[in-house]
């Protein structure tokens, strides 16, 4: 069974601590995982695709990573505006143009 | 400004009301989908549209439907609504999958209570 776990569920960061946030997938076969950010009750925001291990993507302070099993958001120096729900997803090769499969999310919480 | 949107965003109905919540894009998109969003389970689909008149189920579609006779709209119809629908909504939309998947966008989202 396709399966995407986000780790840890919550993350309390002090502004400027950086720290990294886990995704682990067990697909048959990936097509591309995708990094989204969403605000409370707001609708998910886009943030990265990657679609083969050893990709990385970059933008602002935020690095994201892939390897056969597992992605990583690496976020650097944050700042209380950093603060929401990540989300991870996967497509998988036998859902080719339909479903992503999203984890439950990591809440993060800078502080100042 | 490429969007998602969504009407209504609040709605609060009583079991059995018929009901659809509106979705429409603006970036010419083939593939459309909506999510529920609830609590401890996460983003999960329920209907998408591959292109005009393709829809199909995904994970949970149990007591939606869904119609997709124009390219920029596909609305979501629950003919009877129970309180176990009560959740928050959203409508995504991609450019069609030409070997590699794109990201979807996803519009603001619909609370919808049902009493």
């Known amino acids: 069974e396709d399966q995407v776990t986000q780790s840890p569920e919550a993350l309390r960061l002090q502004e400027g601590e950086s720290s990294s946030l886990n995704c682990s997938y067990t697909?048959?076969?990936?097509?591309?995982l995708f990094w989204y950010r969403q605000d409370p009750g707001k609708g998910p925001e886009f943030l990265f695709t990657l679609y083969s291990a050893g990709e990385e993507k970059e933008k602002e302070r935020l690095k994201a990573t892939l390897t056969k099993k597992e992605s990583f958001l690496h976020i650097t120096a944050p700042k209380p505006e950093d603060s929401a729900t990540y989300l991870c997803?996967?497509?998988?090769?036998?859902?080719?143009?339909?479903?992503?499969?999203f984890g439950k999310g990591t809440t993060l919480s800078v502080s100042s | 400004e490429a969007q998602v949107t969504q009407n209504p965003r609040y709605l609060i109905t009583v079991t059995g009301k018929k009901l659809t919540v509106t979705c429409s894009q603006n970036?010419?998109?083939?593939?459309m989908s909506w999510y529920r969003q609830d609590p401890g389970l996460g983003l999960r689909q329920i209907y998408y549209s591959m292109n005009v008149e393709v829809t199909d189920k995904g994970d949970v579609p149990e007591g939606y439907k869904v119609s997709r006779k124009e390219k920029r709209n596909f609305p979501l119809i629950l003919e009877s609504p129970s309180p176990n629908q009560t959740s928050l909504y959203f409508c995504?939309?991609?450019?069609?999958?030409?070997?590699?998947?794109?990201?979807?966008?996803f519009g603001p989202g619909t609370r919808l209570t049902v009493t």
């Open positions: 995504a939309s991609s450019p069609p999958d030409r070997g590699r998947p794109y990201e979807q966008y």
């Open positions: 697909v048959s076969g990936l097509r591309g």
């Open positions: 970036m010419n998109h083939e593939y």
């Open positions: 997803a996967v497509q998988a090769q036998h859902q080719a143009g339909t479903a992503l499969i």
